[in-house]
């Protein structure tokens, strides 16, 4: 039930998934919509199981009076499944707090980590970087800062295959002193921790593959985010109306649609699908708002395809070693 587009979208996606992806799936919601959606999606004879959830989480709900009201949410019972071995991971396209909170409260935290951080991948000119927390902690301390930054290391090993991610902390100058009190203590724990930390990162420096982490507090990391999101669809665009413009330069458009259409798909959150959750004893990814079915069956796939590489069994060694 989760997404702008839910559950239609939510339905076909997962519907793709299983077609296309060979992948396993458990709808979670409201039995007879859902039967509904999956019968219009053409998938009833997939095998795809429904799981009844009476009850949902609402964009503009405050997600926790919300679960505590509804103990019968599907993210609630989503979450549930995965802590009991039922299910290897979720993913939800909702209500990002609300699956926050129900993920962290059905699998636990791994040691020495506080709180969950949510991990994007973001496009450079170099290769993929993580940024991490892009909107699961709004508040954050210094110590926070830290252990998304070793969170993100390990997932940098282990899904990049990165020997020794370099770390940035996302500031407004390079210089140590630089920044409010958070980002300056927290540039202080860094610099002292066992990680490749080279400093500061300022904004301009987001896209150009000097930071294989990016390090932020969640309010920082999801308007950061979004900015990057709606720049890449004004350039897109400007350019289709420039290009568009005169004869020639409609030759041209023609003649670079696929340089284009590569770009769309390095810098479209739809391609990745989902962003999981680091420091939690259990798989949960998170959707865009807006996902459409394509957008579920990537994130459909990326949480099967990290749940068969045992992430949160690396997540855990690479904690502690």
Do not use: W
């Amino acid at each position: 039930m989760g997404g702008d587009l839910a559950p239609a979208a939510v339905v076909a996606g997962a519907v793709n998934a299983v077609r296309r992806q060979a992948a396993q799936v458990a709808l979670v919601g409201p039995q007879e919509r859902i039967q509904a959606e999956l019968s219009d999606a053409g998938g009833t004879d997939l095998g795809i199981v429904i799981v009844d959830a009476p009850e949902f989480v609402g964009m503009d709900e405050a997600p926790l009076s919300a679960l505590r009201r509804k103990p019968r949410a599907s993210v609630r019972v989503a979450a549930a499944l995965v802590a009991s071995g039922e299910a290897s991971a979720m993913f939800s396209a909702g209500h990002t707090g609300a699956t926050f909170l129900a993920a962290r409260s059905a699998f636990g935290m791994l040691n020495a980590i506080e709180r969950p951080a949510l991990a994007v991948t973001i496009p450079t000119r170099t290769g993929p970087a993580i940024l991490l927390d892009a909107g699961a902690n709004l508040d954050c301390r210094p110590e926070h800062l830290l252990q998304f930054a070793v969170l993100g290391s390990a997932y940098a090993r282990a899904v990049l295959g990165i020997a020794r991610p370099n770390v940035g902390l996302l500031s407004v100058g390079e210089e140590p002193g630089k920044g409010n009190d958070l980002i300056r203590e927290a540039h202080a724990l860094l610099a002292g921790a066992p990680l490749t930390f080279i400093g500061n990162l300022e904004a301009r420096e987001f896209f150009t593959g000097r930071a294989d982490v990016i390090v932020c507090d969640g309010f920082t990391g999801n308007i950061a985010l979004k900015v990057g999101e709606g720049m890449v669809d004004a350039a897109e665009n400007m350019l289709r109306e420039e290009l568009g413009a005169e004869l020639v330069s409609q030759i041209g458009s023609l003649l670079t649609r696929r340089a284009f259409t590569r770009l769309k798909q390095r810098v479209d959150y739809a391609e990745k699908g989902g962003a999981p959750l680091l420091g939690l004893n259990g798989l949960a990814l998170v959707g865009h708002g807006r996902s459409s079915p394509q957008a579920i069956e990537n994130g459909i796939a990326m949480a099967a395809r990290l749940a068969e590489q045992g992430l949160v069994a690396q997540m855990t060694e690479a904690l502690r070693s």
